[in-house]
């Protein structure tokens, strides 16, 4: 391909930045027309399940859902009432859910933050700013496990997010009923404010009906924020309070490292959270000496690609407001990445703001201090972190980010330099334009980022763009990157650096009248990456067709085609062997399939295959495998499987890798929980054992036992061993 001369590029990117511009903003809110009226409760609440206090045969309630799916055009079939109160500490809810013919309930397990579609579950949505962008969400399933997040981008909920708040379930022969109290120290939300938006979802997985109180466009998810109705107060809610929470934990851990022989080491340690409201919708976190030993270990995988594998935050501190450090540019270009810190030294302390200024203002600022560690040279560092949002139009906004990584007191020496060198600073500046119609129909985002370090002075700017429609039938996206060959973020996830890149994406749906065939049709994507020159280096092309059918199974067939010249020496098993040479060029074709079964079903599975061409004429097969069963509601068995078989030229030849990992989850309650997550991984030549015991004796109060071992496969001998006894409690001041 001849090069594309340089003014083409800034044509690009000024039709894109236009069209982000021009696109309509109806201001008027979809359905501002659906008001729930509440009122301060005339008597105690007791949070039992039992609708029999007096307040409840008062307060408003609302009902008449409409159907989401399987098809946005009708109300629903399944009855769900909804009421609400308040008093002076909490906000109320009770729920009744009927049930329409025979069968039983569906949960997977009494676990916290449940699969959606695969448990009976019911969900409130709540935009306290009525911003139609952020908010919180809470919820239960059928059997009384709870449901919380904070809410993002208009419609994503942070299910890592984790709160204090009581529920209760309690299950009859026609319908379930969910009552809850989440206190107003929980949630954040604006002084004064008599009208906050919100919305109500039910999943029942018998009718295969998802519906809501306020209507959604079936092809938005029930939580998307710009269409909520209103919940309309009869005062204001009661002004916030000084609200303190400190959060102390002990610990005891022992471990030992087989391959070196050396002794067991045994720690105990203390450490401190404390969460300080500032106001009705500011929050200062502060943290000293933090362990994260108690989160659930990741989902591993086999990694064929030249890239970076990215796996999500799941740490508590990290997590609220989150959206506004993690989620600023796209998914493979992100200037802050909160798993950088920790990752590879201890944290010594932290402090992290975040929360609303105003209705229009958002801040977070962040900074937090790791230690110095001396096996590898590595100096202490301090992450700095500040990001500033501001609200445009309806639901869009500009944002503002600014990345500090510093060495601290860092002058490497000679024998320092052996193990290791470090950058003295590495900085980012960056600004984005996110665009979100009033009826979420249009979408989009234009981003530039710019670093700073001592090694790099030109090639260091990264902007990009994308606009995405997305009708009941229609799904049209475009989208390009430009990331210079010296931008750097180190403190962020940037996989790739040095391209260009084209993403275009087409998908029409079509609706059968009747049939087992809920709708179908063909989807287009394609990622085109070239060089800073617009040199082509290399292009995927996937042409694919999505049939879903009215039991919720789905499956895609599609057909690939991938050409790849290496920008660098590759290993295409990622082993350790040879490595292809820089320069070279692979073309190769793919066909494939992936099913995912019936949700409603006690016994759950999902499969999928590719087969096709790889690199340096060789071939790749793929099959992933899960099945699951479930004892509701107290046990979850789930295998997870994937096979990939290389045939490649030497010196690679024939090569096999497993991954296997079954799970089990026990759930003897809502609030003691016992998992145990077993991992085979062949290309690592690894078996990893992760048990963890989790009671939770007290609201957002927790004693962890975590057990991890680590094996060689052949002969079966450990590596690693580790015991962690873990204890918090959550002190309101």
Same mark, same amino acid.
């Given at each position: ?23 309509? $903003? ?11 009226n509440i009122h301060r409760s005339t008597s105690a609440i007791s949070i039992d399940g039992n609708a029999n206090e007096p307040a409840w045969q008062t307060a408003s309630t609302v009902s008449d859902f409409y159907m989401i799916l399987p098809m946005d055009t009708s109300k629903a079939q399944v009855r769900t009432d909804v009421s609400m ?52 969400? @809470?919820?239960?399933?059928?059997? +009384? ?32 009923? @969910? ?11 604006? =002084? ?85 409201? $500032? ?19 990741? =989902? ?11 796996? %999500? ?8 407001? &989150?959206?506004? @450090? ?37 801040? +977070? ?5 790791? +230690? ?32 500090? =990584? ?57 902007h990009a763009a994308h606009l995405q429609y997305s009708s009941r039938r229609w799904l049209v996206m475009g989208q390009y990157q430009y990331v210079g060959k010296n931008y750097n973020a180190e403190a962020g996830y940037v996989p790739r650096r040095g391209y260009i890149k084209l993403n275009p994406q087409v998908a029409y749906f079509m609706?059968?009248?009747?049939? %087992? ?65 820089? +320069? ?14 019936? %949700? ?7 499969? &999928?295959?590719?087969? &096709? ?43 096999? @890798? ?44 927790? $004693? ?10 052949a002969p079966v001998a450990v590596k690693t061993r580790a015991f962690v006894l873990k204890f918090n409690y959550w002190w309101n001041i």
């Amino acid at each position: 391909m001849a090069p594309v001369k340089p003014p083409a590029l800034k044509h690009l990117i000024a039709v894109c930045i236009f069209s982000l511009a021009v696109v309509v $903003l109806p201001a008027q809110k979809k359905n501002a027309a659906f008001e729930m009226n509440i009122h301060r409760s005339t008597s105690a609440i007791s949070i039992d399940g039992n609708a029999n206090e007096p307040a409840w045969q008062t307060a408003s309630t609302v009902s008449d859902f409409y159907m989401i799916l399987p098809m946005d055009t009708s109300k629903a079939q399944v009855r769900t009432d909804v009421s609400m109160t308040y008093d002076s500490t909490n906000l109320y809810m009770l729920v009744t859910c009927f049930n329409v013919g025979k069968g039983p309930l569906m949960v997977e397990s009494l676990r916290r933050d449940f699969n959606f579609g695969k448990n009976d579950n019911f969900l409130v949505f709540i935009d306290p700013f009525e911003d139609q962008t952020t908010g919180f969400s @809470f919820g239960a399933n059928a059997f +009384g496990a709870q449901w919380d997040g904070t809410m993002y981008e208009g419609g994503k909920v942070d299910l890592n997010w984790d709160n204090k708040w009581v529920s209760a379930v309690k299950n009859y022969s026609d319908r379930w009923v @969910f009552e809850a109290a989440i206190p107003f120290k929980t949630i954040r939300y604006k =002084k004064n404010a008599t009208r906050w938006g919100i919305n109500f979802s039910r999943n029942d997985l018998k009718t295969t009906e998802k519906s809501s109180w306020a209507p959604v466009p079936r092809q938005f998810p029930s939580a998307a924020l710009a269409y909520t109705g209103t919940l309309v107060w009869d005062e204001p809610p009661p002004a916030p309070r000084s609200n303190i929470s400190v959060i102390p934990y002990v610990l005891a851990s022992a471990a030992k490292n087989y391959n070196t022989g050396a002794k067991t080491n045994t720690n105990t340690d203390v450490g401190v959270d404390a969460k300080i409201s $500032l106001g009705s919708a500011l929050n200062l976190d502060l943290t000293v000496n933090p362990d994260f030993s108690q989160v659930e270990v990741d =989902k591993q995988v086999t990694n064929l690609s030249r890239f970076e594998l990215f796996f %999500p935050e799941r740490r508590q501190f990290f997590l609220e407001n &989150g959206d506004l @450090f993690a989620n600023f540019g796209y998914a493979d270009i992100r200037p802050f990445f909160s798993r950088r810190i920790g990752l590879t030294a201890p944290i010594n302390a932290g402090a992290r703001l975040s929360g609303k200024l105003d209705k229009n203002w958002r801040i +977070g600022l962040m900074d937090m201090r790791t +230690g110095s560690v001396g096996e590898t040279a590595l100096p202490a560092q301090n992450f700095a972190v500040l990001s500033l949002q501001r609200k445009l139009f309806k639901r869009s906004n500009i944002g503002f980010i600014y990345v500090d =990584k510093s060495s601290i007191n860092y002058h490497p020496s000679a024998q320092d330099s052996a193990k290791g060198v470090y950058s003295a600073y590495n900085r980012n500046l960056g600004l984005e334009y996110n665009l979100a119609s009033s009826n979420n129909l249009w979408n989009g985002k234009a981003l530039f980022l710019k670093s700073f370090n001592p090694f790099a002075t030109t090639g260091t700017v990264t902007h990009a763009a994308h606009l995405q429609y997305s009708s009941r039938r229609w799904l049209v996206m475009g989208q390009y990157q430009y990331v210079g060959k010296n931008y750097n973020a180190e403190a962020g996830y940037v996989p790739r650096r040095g391209y260009i890149k084209l993403n275009p994406q087409v998908a029409y749906f079509m609706f059968p009248k009747g049939g %087992p065939i809920l709708s179908h049709g063909p989807q287009y994507l394609a990622n085109w990456y070239y060089n800073t020159s617009f040199r082509s280096t290399d292009h995927q092309n996937t042409l694919s067709y999505l049939v879903t059918f009215r039991r919720k199974n789905t499956l895609n067939v599609l057909a690939q085609h991938d050409f790849v010249q290496l920008l660098n020496p590759f290993d295409p098993t990622n082993s350790g062997k040879d490595s292809l040479l820089t +320069g070279s060029r692979h073309s190769f074709n793919t066909i494939g399939f992936d099913y995912i079964s019936e %949700p409603q079903q006690l016994l759950t599975y999902a499969a &999928g295959m590719r087969y &096709g061409g790889y690199y340096a004429d060789g071939w790749l097969f793929t099959s992933t495998a899960e099945v699951g069963y479930r004892f509701q509601p107290f046990v979850n068995i789930t295998m997870n499987a994937s096979y990939n078989r290389l045939a490649l030229p030497q010196p690679w030849n024939k090569r096999e @890798f497993w991954l296997v990992g079954p799970r089990i989850d026990v759930t003897f309650t809502n609030k003691i929980f016992f998992t145990t997550y077993v991992q085979y991984n062949q290309q690592q030549d690894n078996i990893n054992i992760n048990t963890r015991f989790q009671w939770r004796y007290k609201p957002a109060s927790d $004693l962890f036992l975590v057990y991890t071992d680590n094996y060689f496969p052949a002969p079966v001998a450990v590596k690693t061993r580790a015991f962690v006894l873990k204890f918090n409690y959550w002190w309101n001041i």
